[in-house]
């Protein structure tokens, strides 16, 4: 049976680190980490998202703030707000919930967030530097893919990986990632032929194409390491509502490991907001690295996996 990689736990061994860095911060005299979301709109997804990240802000001691604003608010009065907090020094990162009204350009939005305050990792400037290994904020749910990874592997220098879907914000910056470790890696997308034989080739299978169980049981052969970043609603054979990943998780069972739908990779999304909040933080209070310890280069806890799906 493949062990289930647990991402609720390891979520939490992340907010320990956090809650940790923001202590040693203020024992320094540094002022405390500052997070603003802006939500434009009545989603109800996007409500409930952001709910979650201001009540997470306080679990870990980051000082958070929101603002709310109408869905018909200019495109013009959201961008003078975000000029307003970009100067701000006691606000750290900024965060522009999404989807916005169909009358705002996400796009230029998203660019008007100075770099260091983007701790979406969607200016840009971090991706650019994402794609070239220069450093910058890497995005949340791709660096929380990555932790997870390290929670199972040791070495992952020439290993195969294949990464199903090419977004911007999951598939391309988790392919740059896994080239810095040194994998070989492919990248498959709607277009791809053959993608059932390129996926049983795989040391590794990042699967985030948004398409419910896209990935069978013989796709993946023995001892492959499996993280399922889809999450879709549908109906079970007994007609009630049910969460599902990208990957048949019951026919799955001859991986070494996998992450469960739900309770893999959507909490390490929250848990890597507020760890790039604190990077953010310290970088523009010109903390260097090891004064105030290290958020990310600390092995994962492996104790907290299951070793079956029971």
Not at 63 to 76: F, I, V, Y
Request: aromatic residues 2%; hydrophobic residues 40%.
């Amino acid at each position: 049976m493949a062990d289930i990689i647990d991402g609720r736990a390891v979520a939490r061994q992340l907010d320990d680190k956090t809650k940790a860095q923001v202590d040693e911060m203020l024992a320094a005299g540094l002022p405390r980490p500052g997070l603003t979301v802006i939500l434009v709109g009545e989603d109800g997804a996007s409500q409930v998202y952001v709910r979650r990240k201001i009540k997470a802000c306080e679990k870990v001691g980051i000082h958070s703030t929101e603002h709310r604003l109408p869905a018909d608010t200019s495109q013009d009065d959201l961008l003078a707000l975000i000029d307003t907090l970009n100067a701000d020094p006691s606000v750290h990162g900024i965060l522009c919930q999404v989807p916005l009204p169909d009358h705002i350009d996400t796009r230029l939005v998203l660019r008007s967030i100075r770099p260091e305050k983007d701790v979406d990792g969607f200016h840009p400037v971090n991706v650019g530097r994402l794609s070239t290994g220069t450093g910058g904020i890497v995005p949340c749910t791709p660096l929380g893919v990555m932790i997870l990874l390290e929670s199972v592997i040791d070495d992952f220098v020439g290993l195969d990986a294949v990464v199903i879907g090419k977004s911007n914000i999951v598939g391309k910056p988790v392919a740059n990632l896994l080239l810095d470790k040194e994998c070989t890696v492919t990248v498959t997308h709607i277009h791809t032929e053959n993608l059932p034989e390129i996926a049983r080739k795989a040391d590794i299978i990042v699967a985030a194409a948004g398409a419910p169980e896209l990935v069978k049981g013989d796709w993946v052969k023995p001892g492959a390491v499996i993280i399922d970043v889809g999450i879709t609603r549908i109906k079970g054979e007994d007609g009630k509502e049910k969460l599902v990943g990208d990957v048949a998780f019951d026919q799955c069972q001859h991986a070494r490991a996998i992450t469960p739908v739900p309770g893999g990779v959507g909490p390490m999304t929250i848990a890597c907001l507020l760890a790039n909040t604190v990077q953010a933080a310290k970088a523009q209070l010109g903390v260097h690295e090891g004064e105030t310890g290290n958020l990310y280069h600390d092995a994962p806890d492996r104790s907290m996996h299951s070793s079956t799906a029971a």
